[in-house]
Each structure stands twice: as C-alpha cells, then as structure tokens.
C-alpha cells in the first residue's frame, strides 16, 4: 500500500465515523441506545417489505447481533412502548414486531434529522468513497 492508499482510508472512515458519530448523538437526545434506533429503523424498513412485520430472528441477523440480545432488547422497546409484539401463523406461536404510533413518531423525528445531515454530510462521504474505491478498483 501506498500513502494515498492510507489517506484515502482513513478519509473514508473519518468521514463513516463522523455520521455514525452525529446518529448516536441524535438517539441519545431522543432517549435511544444507538442500537435501539437502529432496531426501530429496521423494523419499520422490513415492515414495509412485509406488512406482518420481522421476526426477532430476522432483526438479529439484519442487526448482527445474538438471538437473545435482539430479545433483550425486543423487552426494553416493549416496555417503553416503542414497539408491539403481534402473534402471527396458523399456531399463534410466531411472534412478529411492528412500531407502536410512540415508536413511528420517534423514528419519524431521528429519521427527518437523518436526511438532513446526510444532505450536508453526504457528498463529502460520496466523495471519500469515491476516491477510495478509484484507487483500489484500479488496481493501484
């Protein structure tokens, strides 16, 4: 690798690091672990997919994380109000999530700030990416 190889990385993810930095600050002012509003975001992103909404297993493998602290944290958005557990399937064992109307306004609210900063943020990451992505799809 060369220095600009260096340089781009580390302009790439100063630029991730920024956003992801700005998306922690906004959950916490709205009362969410960060992955708490990325569990909300998912939800409603794969309830539009499917009206039934995701499973737990689904929101564990999307977010990355363990079966059962997807279910931990599944309880604490239950008991906050953010999200509803639906019984769904023939057997009525199946368990599907959707965003109460609290957990949709929150998620409005973090979302519409979301879009904003990445209107500002944005073209700066693009063009991090960009470059980084020129150097090494060209075999530099």
Do not use: C
């Not at 790439?12 to 992955?35: K, T």
């Not at 949709?104 to 960009?130: F, N, T, W, Y």
Request: no cysteine.
């Amino acid at each position: 690798m060369e220095d600009q190889d260096y340089i781009a990385l580390e302009e790439f993810r100063h630029r991730i690091r920024d956003f992801l930095r700005f998306s922690e600050e906004a959950a916490s002012y709205e009362g969410l672990e960060p992955q708490q509003h990325q569990m909300l975001l998912t939800i409603r992103a794969l309830s539009a997919r499917d009206v039934r909404g995701p499973t737990i297993g689904v929101l564990a493998d999307r977010l990355i994380i363990r079966h059962h602290s997807a279910v931990g944290m599944i309880n604490r958005l239950v008991e906050r109000g953010l999200v509803e557990r639906v019984r769904g399937g023939p057997d009525r064992r199946q368990v599907h999530l959707k965003l109460s109307d609290a957990g949709l306004d929150k998620l409005a609210r973090l979302s519409k700030i979301h879009q904003e900063e990445l209107g500002r943020s944005g073209p700066q990451l693009v063009k991090a990416l960009g470059a980084a992505s020129e150097r090494w799809s060209a075999g530099k």
